[in-house]
């Protein structure tokens, strides 16, 4: 079983980049799908990106296109998450999951997920 850490959240003005870091142990990345999604209080959980096991196609949610940037580091067994130009409907809490049956969708129906990472957008 993975075991998955974010971190890089925080509070940031509007127009500013974050890089979100998941970080993995106990397993490889390698053996599972990725993705990242997000979660505010008022909105259903909601993918980001994903990327399907043994797979190097990274998949984003179409309105997120350009401003969101997936990527991972094999050597480090971690995954990252890079948004541009911040804006105050991106803020939310971030998750990052790894599904072991190896379908990335962007479907929040992964077995393994993080504590989630806290970005607000506000000036």
């Known amino acids: 079983q993975v075991q998955l850490v974010e971190s890089g959240g925080g509070l940031v003005k509007p127009g500013d980049s974050l890089t979100l870091s998941c970080a993995a142990s106990g397993a490889s990345l390698d053996d599972y799908a990725i993705g990242w999604f997000r979660q505010t209080k008022e909105k259903a959980r909601e993918g980001v990106a994903c990327i399907g096991r043994n797979r190097s196609t990274i998949y984003y949610k179409e309105s997120l296109k350009g401003r969101f940037t997936m990527s991972r580091d094999n050597a480090k067994n971690a995954m990252y998450l890079r948004i541009d130009s911040l804006q105050p409907e991106d803020t939310a809490v971030y998750y990052c999951?790894?599904?072991?049956?190896?379908?990335?969708?962007?479907?929040?129906?992964?077995?393994?997920w993080g504590q989630g990472t806290q970005v607000t957008v506000s000036s």
């Open positions: 999951a790894a599904d072991s049956t190896g379908w990335g969708t962007l479907t929040p129906r992964y077995d393994n």
